[in-house]
Nanobody, 116 residues
């Protein structure tokens, strides 16, 4: 079973930046996609950004132009660079990995708090 470990969350002022990382416990040789969801208190979990094995990316409209997703295939690691953070970006961010014939795996979540 693939384990995902997130890091990089924390407290930042509005307008600041954070970089999230998500490392898989083992090499992922057959990967459909990796990415990030987030869940704010009282709200549903929403997709923030995803990246496919071929490098195609997609973003939530609310983060386009501010967040950038990237990956390092050799390290089975995905990154989320978050710039121009807003208080409404405050949430627990969850990494996911969609692995061929194995299903979807989730990280434990990392808290991002943006103060106004």
């Amino acid at each position: 079973q693939v384990q995902l470990v997130e890091s990089g969350g924390g407290l930042v002022q509005a307008g600041g930046s954070l970089r999230l990382s998500c490392a898989a416990s083992e090499r992922i040789f057959r990967l459909n996609a990796m990415g990030w969801y987030r869940q704010a208190p009282g709200k549903q979990r929403e997709l923030v950004a995803g990246i496919t094995s071929g490098g195609s990316t997609n973003y939530a409209d609310s983060v386009k132009g501010r967040f950038t997703i990237s990956k390092d295939n050799a390290k089975s690691t995905v990154y989320l660079q978050m710039n121009s953070l807003k208080p409404e970006d405050t949430a627990v961010y969850y990494c996911y990995a969609d692995v061929v014939r194995s299903g979807t795996f989730w990280g434990q979540g990392t808290q991002v708090t943006v103060s106004s």
